[in-house]
């Protein structure tokens, strides 16, 4: 039975892209399927075809929301027809990452399909990112109850990169939902070129030389050991969302390319 982990969240700019990103590296063989406007997940090869395979079939989102609306909702589920036949399809562990706006329409519409992917063997599950913004909190509660009925696991990484989450709120927010937290990063602005360049996955291909000729020998390390804590940390919190992916109990240990297909953190960045 494959298992597929749908990352959403309505608000946009609260980290889901980094979640997903995290999420692809920890599951190194899991195929994603991009639902955007345009391709953002461009590290990774994307298919162009029968004859050009590629790690990430990418869905681009045209309808707009005025058009959903004055079609009550038929324009986007026109378009996430290959979004459900590709899900239908699905042979193996895969990633859909959504993107904002787009979420709650898949959702409901995923309440309807539900049934039927479970009898032909299809499990989903859901990881929606949250912010300290309010719109983002409550974006999550909707998605999170909306996906009540057909989600085999639940998980919200709460991002405090614009703030800590207000705890409180968080709690009425996620209800049974497992939670983790990624807390904020201060990068120099150098640090963060590097990181938009080259995304999780160049963190760990960074070579110190090279960075000392751009910057310096202290700056270097400096970029070195930012990069590699931040990546350690993303890593941590898609954790439980990564081992479910992959069929594991939460509780068993990740030890770093000892399994295929299996979850990795906190390696050699």
Do not use: C
Not at 7 to 16: L, W
Not at 19 to 41: F, H, K, N, S
Not at 236 to 254: Q, R, T
């Amino acid at each position: 039975m494959p298992r597929l982990l749908l990352v959403a969240q309505e608000t946009g700019g609260v980290g889901k892209s980094t979640v997903t990103r995290g999420l692809a590296e920890a599951v190194p063989d899991a195929a994603i399927l991009e639902i955007e406007a345009v391709p953002r997940l461009t590290e990774f090869a994307t298919a162009r075809g029968s004859n050009e395979p590629g790690r990430v079939q990418h869905f681009a989102m045209r309808a707009t929301r005025e058009a959903i609306e004055a079609s009550g909702g038929k324009a986007a589920r026109a378009e996430f027809d290959r979004v459900i036949n590709a899900i239908y399809t699905a042979t193996i562990p895969s990633l859909i990452d959504i993107g904002a706006n787009t979420a709650a329409s898949l959702v409901g519409i995923l309440k309807e399909e539900a049934p039927t992917l479970k009898q032909d063997g299809i499990e989903l599950g859901l990881v929606v990112v949250v912010a300290a913004e309010a719109a983002a909190l409550a974006d999550a509660g909707k998605l999170l109850q909306g996906s009540r009925e057909w989600a085999g696991a639940r998980f919200v990484v709460a991002n405090g990169v614009r703030g800590a989450v207000d705890p409180v709120i968080l709690k009425q927010v996620v209800g049974d939902a497992t939670v983790t937290h990624l807390r904020g990063f201060e990068f120099e602005d150098v640090t963060r070129e590097i990181l938009t360049a080259g995304q999780l996955r160049g963190i760990g291909q960074l070579d110190r030389a090279s960075l000392v000729k751009q910057t310096s020998p202290a700056q270097a390390g400096r970029i070195l050991r930012d990069l590699t804590a931040f990546r350690l940390a993303v890593m941590e919190a898609v954790e439980p969302a990564a081992l479910w992916l992959v069929g594991e109990d939460a509780a068993s240990p990740v030890t770093v390319g000892t399994r295929k297909g299996g979850a990795r953190h906190g390696n050699n960045a």
